[in-house]
């Protein structure tokens, strides 16, 4: 069933109008061409999508968001007719007759309704401090959603009176842990709270107000009297080992119920339609690097949970009740895929849709989005190598048709490669090891290309055959680009990424090299043209490969952790690092630490070293970068340091430039050593 829906996909992906020029390998600047879809929000009735449309906005260097509005059988797609700005969020109301979304323009941010029947908008509220999270009420009559609101953080101390004098700006002052984090930058003193109104408008009506705060993680309950939400309220939690609970909220009296307690987070909470049962995703800490998050059916109030996935050895992403709460639709990556399964209520997994991946246009992580009408019809985001994503629409376990063309007036003008599956015998154990290849165009395996070995970060993610202009555009310039899922990758269980538990880097550098020899005995890769990058945790793996081996010809090491007792008390996250991936704290174990460290390695390394890294990240500090390229300059190793000004640790999807200028200064790093550039040039 699954191959048959996924060939079908990929039939109707490839279906475009002709092409008047021949196609031409991706340039940079067609980056800015490209466009995507994502959170497809099908209506109850399963006759139409909302859907974000992303597109790569030349003028400004932005990625912007609109919503569209597509009919499930493909006939009717059309922009949903909203003023100047970018629109986002669309939450159908359950009987499909309305949409509320948020608006964002140059006058503020609100949230809005459009009428399916009549067409009109109208503005319900503006939003001064933003929304986290949107959802109906079972009737429709009311809207909820969570919005940060600040408060005073800790005052700098009293200076003389200056007046309007041009002194410095006052001292900034903290006591908290965690007072910044990447994509977001400082984070201001504060809380999430809930909030309700009514969907005709008038009065906003804030349901928490304590120092606790709640989340943008929550749902109605079946009959409209309160709201489940997951949040972690331990007033002593800063600092602690990451713990949600889920909570219940009367909209009457604004009591707060805690339903869940346990070692470990719990969250996504979903009552079923008739109110009977609450689904909901977590799993027990154990204290691994990585667990697998399971889906739990409780009683109303989560009481006597049970693990409806355990046996499936995946970690669910989403899910989704069926329209008569006799089974649920779940998300989960399998084998650098994305799925969605139904799952009946003994735990028996049925595959209804695959080929999903996420809206992105940097590295070929795994990803997607989907949801369900109540007659069990989806709507998924779906697309291959070769194509970005877009809209599929079909009856839950059959063929799926691909309703939207996003990029017919690109794609037919570009030679794209199409990603080869390739798996080998890793060298340390004989394991299987899984990953892809992108071929040159004109590719001939007569002649001997160079390879680029790309590696992902996470460690505990994947990457699949998705869309990725980045990679797409390492192939056009001539490379055979090689991706892998080594041990530590999530979508093949808990027993495979937890290969790299308390161990990382390690025998993953095997799985990686047993890609580059699997790849060299095929016959067309000079040996003498081998290159490797990565970024975050593909940073550090790239890292501990120079300080291992001098086969590579250059490497460019992204946003890496080079220095992990640095980088565990520097990063956004430090009560997360050291607990899941050590078994001690830095200054208990400071030998452990520098063991695993790439700069441990330093002294080792040969390899024309390029270091790159966000201005703006604190995920992996630019200081793990620098640290490295001072190493590399005092050792004499050719070296050159990149910072993408002012990008967080995601600078691949941040802003199209910015990818472009990651590659860019890669491939230019990698000509430079390239012993073969010349004779390529003239062939």
């Known amino acids: 069933m699954t191959n048959r829906i996924a060939a079908l996909i990929i039939a109707a992906l490839a279906v475009s109008p002709a092409w008047a020029q021949p196609p031409h390998p ?5 980056v800015f061409e490209l466009e995507a879809a994502s959170d497809p929000q099908i209506t109850s009735d399963g006759m139409l999508v909302a859907y974000v449309r992303r597109t790569n906005d030349f003028d400004t260097d932005r990625t912007q968001s609109a919503i569209w509005l597509v009919s499930a059988d493909g006939q009717t797609h059309r922009a949903l007719p909203t003023s100047a700005g970018e629109s986002h969020s669309p939450v159908w109301s359950p009987d499909g007759r309305h949409l509320a979304f948020v608006m964002a323009s140059d006058t503020g941010t609100s949230l809005q309704i459009f009428d399916r029947s009549s067409g009109d908008i109208r503005k319900l509220t503006n939003l001064d401090t933003g929304l986290s999270a949107l959802a109906w009420s079972p009737d429709g009559s009311q809207l909820a959603w969570s919005a940060f609101i600040p408060t005073a ?66 749902a109605w309950a079946a009959d409209g009297q309160s709201l489940v939400f997951s949040a972690d309220r331990r007033p002593d939690g800063e600092g602690q080992a990451p713990d949600t609970e889920l909570f219940r909220l009367s909209l009457e009296t604004g009591e707060i119920t805690q339903l869940t307690d346990r070692a470990g987070p719990d969250g996504h909470p979903r009552p079923s339609p008739d109110g009977s049962q609450l689904a909901y995703l977590g799993f027990d800490d154990r204290r691994m690097g990585y667990h697998n998050t399971e889906l739990y059916l409780a009683g109303p109030d989560a009481a006597a949970p049970r693990a409806l996935t355990r046996e499936l050895d995946r970690s669910i992403n989403g899910f989704e009740w069926s329209g008569d709460g006799q089974s649920l639709y779940v998300q989960y990556d399998n084998e650098g895929g994305t799925e969605v399964a139904r799952l ?29 009408s109540d007659n069990d019809v989806l709507a998924i985001t779906a697309g291959n190598s070769t194509h970005p994503s877009e809209i599929a629409t079909g009856p839950a376990g059959e063929a799926l048709t691909v309703v939207t063309d996003l990029n017919a007036d690109i794609l037919p003008g570009l030679t794209l490669s199409q990603a080869e599956e390739i798996r080998w015998a890793s060298p340390h154990d004989g394991r299987e090891i899984q990953g892809w290849v992108l071929y040159p165009p004109e590719f001939d395996p007569a002649n001997e290309y160079p390879l680029l070995l790309e590696i992902h970060g996470g460690p505990f993610s994947a990457y699949g055959p998705s869309f990725s202009a980045e990679f797409q555009l390492y192939a056009a310039a001539g490379y055979v680009v090689v991706y892998t899922n080594p041990r530590g990758s999530t979508s093949y269980g808990y027993e495979f990424a937890n290969l790299i538990h308390h161990d990382y880097p390690g025998n993953d550098y095997d799985d990686l090299m047993g890609a580059v020899d699997h790849m060299i005995d095929r016959g067309f890769i000079d040996e003498d043209r081998l290159f490797v990058t990565g970024g975050s945790g593909g940073g550090v793996l790239t890292a501990w490969i120079i300080g291992n081996t001098d086969r590579f010809a250059a490497a460019a090491v992204v946003k890496p952790v080079i220095n992990w007792a640095s980088f565990v008390l520097y990063s956004d996250l430090p009560q997360f690092f050291y607990r899941y991936w050590f078994a001690s704290a830095p200054w208990e174990d400071p030998d452990e630490y520098w063991r695993r460290s790439p700069l441990s390695l330093v002294g080792n390394v040969e390899t024309p070293t390029l270091m790159m890294v966000g201005g703006a990240d604190v995920r992996t500090p630019r200081a793990e970068t620098e640290q490295y390229y001072s190493a590399l300059h005092l050792r004499g190793v050719p070296t050159r340091l990149v910072v993408i000004p002012d990008s967080f640790h995601s600078i691949s999807n941040s802003r199209p430039s910015r990818l472009l200028s990651k590659v860019g200064e890669i491939l230019r790093w990698f000509e430079m050593y390239d012993p073969g550039a010349d004779d390529a040039a003239e062939n």
């Open 26 to 30: 991706i340039q940079p600047v067609d």
């Open 344 to 372: 009946s209520l003994d735990g028996e997994v049925e595959v209804v849709a695959d080929t999903l991946i996420g809206p992105t246009f940097g590295r070929a992580y795994t990803g997607g989005s989907f949801s369900v």
């Open 153 to 218: 953080g800790v005052a700098p101390a009293n200076l003389p009176d200056h007046g309007d004098r041009d002194w410095a700006a006052a001292a900034l002052v903290e006591d908290r842990l965690n007072f910044r984090f990447d994509g977001s930058g400082d984070i201001p003193t504060g809380n999430l709270q809930l909030f309700i109104m009514s969907a005709e408008g008038g009065e906003v009506r804030q349901l928490t107000n304590d120092t606790l705060g709640a989340s943008g993680d929550f």
